[in-house]
């Protein structure tokens, strides 16, 4: 088959929406993820969500929901446990370890097909069907929205605590909302890239972006861009040679991450 | 209308009383520094003021509250990758802590940024990444930022600290000239009194739980600061500097100020 036949498969469209989604909602996120130090926050969140799906696995629920409930109650459990920064690491890592233990725990007490307990590690988007399709639209929209509202006031959370206390800004509450958004497209992303990969769509895109713009607005939109070349793009390199789409999403996002640190070190040496 | 009011204010934790019965009343324009040891409770004090930290008796008052509060921190070391420009700070003070995605109104936004930033002498270096720029053009910025909301008390916890003698002018002159301009009130927590000392209007001195409130000759002088720390403490004169020689209790002013006196 050629890659227009194999884009005219159902399972491949379905694919290429649920990457769109999900690089927009990853882009979006990602500067604020990058800007608040969170890059090992959202890789324990998404063993989380790994050890949610594989729960669900276990008890014959919808791996997308399971993956949702596990990196939400990660992302609150993160938030409430550490209130200070210093902590975070460490409380991080303490869930992040028993997490996976669980979730490896109940991935070899099921006992259905084995691709699905690969799936949840590495990705496995082609299995992404209508049901799951219409979750992942649903909960970024619903992520969107959120995101939208409380924008200026995280923004400034985020850059500038200290001055947004002294304006009335609830700092506290906003990044408990805002890792529970990260949990939700965390979960998402799991679907897609897995567990194991989502760095490659929610923090190297971001990353690569701030390596060569100071303005908040230009790093969002090219940090939207990168994640959707990543997201999509590796999608359709996966396709002819039949490779894993993990492996292409993280090399095309990689291979972005590189040329922007380039170009970002040429700037500084020429201001 | 007085821009901030404590009546009878009490603050403790547990069995430390770091003030209590303070009565303090800054009227719009003036200019109050708040000096004492570490651990006195200025920063506290500051945090009265914004609301973060309630009084254990008494009460507090700050007209127009949070909104209308202008507040300075220390310079500190920023992030030098940190993708924002000084143009976005000063403008996170003009609207920072509005819900939505601020979408509306941009033109106008704009030009009070512009505004903030020009009178404060950095528009030259606004678009830069703030994290490469100087201590110095960074405090600037952190003035942009907090006149953009044209506050009606600003509140600067240690603006000048880690800022060398030129910077620390520049700064508190800009602080100056918009309470001269706006009749904007200052509290101006600092452990240098001399850098500020020609704008000073009164200085509340905490020591101890014991506070003094009074103009800098009242308060800085060897009987009232010998009472406040139960100590023999002498106070010096030197051209325009004011020289605080302690036994013990006020080692750390020392040091500042005689380092000071002799650059």
Do not use: F
């Given at each position: 088959m050629t890659i227009f036949d194999l884009l005219e498969l159902d399972f491949v469209q379905t694919a290429l929406i649920a990457a769109a989604v999900l690089g927009l909602v990853a882009g979006v996120l990602g500067p604020f993820i990058v800007t608040r130090k969170m890059a090992f926050a959202v890789h324990g969140t998404s063993e989380l969500a790994f050890s949610g799906g594989a729960a669900a696995l276990l008890l014959g629920i919808g791996v997308g929901y399971g993956a949702l409930a596990g990196s939400i109650i990660a992302a609150v459990l993160l938030g409430v446990l550490s209130r200070r920064e210093s902590d975070r690491d460490s409380v991080i890592g303490a869930i992040l370890a028993f997490g996976l233990g669980m979730g490896i725990l109940m991935l070899s007490l099921y006992k259905g097909r084995t691709t699905n307990k690969f799936g949840l590690l590495?990705?496995?988007?082609?299995?992404?069907?209508s049901t799951d399709l219409k979750l992942l639209v649903v909960s970024s929209v619903a992520v969107l929205a959120v995101l939208a509202f409380i924008y200026r006031p995280l923004f400034f959370a985020s850059v500038d605590p200290d001055v947004a206390i002294s304006r009335g800004v609830p700092v506290r509450s906003l990044s408990i909302v805002f890792a529970v958004l990260v949990g939700v497209a965390t979960a998402l992303s799991v679907q897609v890239v897995g567990a194991l990969l989502v760095l490659a769509l929610m923090i190297t895109p971001a990353a690569a972006a701030m390596r060569i713009t100071a303005s908040p607005l230009r790093a969002t939109v090219l940090s939207v861009v990168f994640a959707e070349v990543a997201a999509v793009g590796g999608i359709l390199l996966s396709l002819q040679p039949g490779l894993p789409v993990s492996a292409l999403v993280t090399a095309v996002s990689f291979v972005i991450y590189l040329v922007c640190r380039g170009i970002g070190a040429v700037q500084r040496r020429s201001t | 209308m007085t821009a901030i009011s404590l009546r009878g204010a009490r603050l403790s934790y547990g069995d430390r009383v770091?003030?209590?019965?303070l009565d303090l009343d800054v009227e719009p324009g003036e200019f109050l520094a708040v000096l004492g040891p570490n651990g006195s409770g200025k920063t506290s004090l500051m945090r009265v003021l914004l609301g973060l930290q309630p009084l254990s008796s008494g009460t507090v008052t700050v007209a127009g509250g949070n909104q209308a509060v202008g507040y300075i921190p220390q310079q500190r070391a920023l992030?030098?990758?940190?993708?924002?420009?000084g143009r976005d700070l000063v403008g996170l003070g003009l609207?920072?802590?509005?819900?939505?995605?601020?979408?509306?109104?941009r033109r106008e936004r704009k030009i009070r940024v512009d505004a903030a930033i020009a009178s404060v002498g950095a528009t030259r270096y606004?678009?830069?990444?703030?994290?490469?720029?100087?201590g110095g053009e960074q405090q600037r910025l952190r003035v942009a930022q907090a006149l953009v909301g044209d506050p009606t008390v600003m509140l600067c916890d240690?603006?000048?600290?880690?800022?060398d003698l030129g910077n620390q002018r520049v700064v508190s002159e800009l602080i100056d000239k918009r309470r001269r301009e706006a009749n904007t009130a200052v509290l101006f927590v600092t452990h240098e009194l001399n850098p500020v000392l020609p704008l000073v209007d009164r200085v509340l001195y905490l020591v101890g739980g014991r506070f003094r409130v009074g103009t800098p000759e009242e308060v800085m002088n060897s009987r009232t600061l010998s009472e406040l720390y139960r100590t023999p403490v002498e106070v010096v004169r030197v051209r325009d500097q004011i020289l605080v020689v302690g036994a013990g209790a006020c080692e750390e002013q020392t040091h500042h100020l005689t380092a000071e006196a002799a650059s």
């Open positions: 590495t990705g496995q988007i082609v299995g992404v069907d | 770091l003030w209590d019965g992030d030098q990758s940190m993708t924002l420009r609207d920072g802590y509005r819900w939505g995605l601020g979408l509306r109104n606004a678009d830069e990444p703030i994290g490469l720029l100087s240690e603006p000048l600290l880690s800022l």
